[in-house]
C-alpha cells in the first residue's frame, strides 16, 4: 500500500511540474512599486519552452489589446466605465489615490517564470486624482530638456 501511495504521489508532482500555463496582466509602475491592475485570463499554451513563451506573449498581446481598444485608456468598457476609471478605481482601493503621467504596460508570465514585458504600452498616460480618472494636463517628459 505504501508503494502504491508513494508511486501516485510521484506522478502528481511529475505532472505538476509539466503543466504548462500563461498568465497576462497590465502593471502600472508607482514610484518604486509595481502595481498588477488588471490580469487578463490566461492563454492556453502546451509547453514551458521558448517557442511556447512566443505564443503567451503573442496571446496576451491580442488579449490585452482587445480588452482596451489597443491601449486606448479613454475606452469605454461594457460597464460604462473607461479603462482609465478602472484602473484608477482599482489603484485607489489599494490606496494610491493619485497617479500623475504614467504608462501602463501589458506583461506575460510562463509557467510561473518571471513577468516579462510584452512591448504593449497604454496610448495616453494615466492620472488618476482621488481614484477618479482625469485628463493629463501636463507633460512630465519634457520638463528640464532642452
Avoid at 518604486?32 to 487578463?40: D, N, S
Wanted: with cysteine; hydrophobic share 40%.
Amino acid at each position: 500500500m505504501q508503494v502504491l501511495l508513494l508511486l501516485l504521489s510521484s506522478v502528481a508532482i511529475a505532472s505538476a511540474q509539466t503543466e504548462a500555463w500563461c498568465r497576462c496582466a497590465a502593471f502600472v509602475t508607482y514610484e518604486h512599486t509595481e502595481i498588477m491592475v488588471y490580469e487578463a485570463p490566461e492563454v492556453t499554451i502546451t509547453a514551458c519552452d521558448a517557442v511556447a513563451a512566443e505564443e503567451c506573449k503573442a496571446g496576451c498581446v491580442a488579449e490585452l489589446s482587445v480588452a482596451s481598444d489597443n491601449g486606448d485608456l479613454w475606452h469605454i468598457t461594457e460597464d460604462g466605465i473607461t479603462i482609465g476609471q478602472y484602473i484608477c478605481s482599482y489603484l485607489a482601493k489599494q490606496l494610491f489615490f493619485y497617479l500623475h503621467n504614467h504608462r501602463v504596460y501589458g506583461y506575460y508570465e510562463v509557467c510561473g517564470g518571471a513577468w516579462q514585458y510584452a512591448d504593449l504600452v497604454s496610448q495616453q498616460m494615466l492620472c488618476c486624482v482621488g481614484g477618479k480618472h482625469e485628463h493629463c494636463v501636463s507633460d512630465d517628459s519634457h520638463s528640464g530638456a532642452p
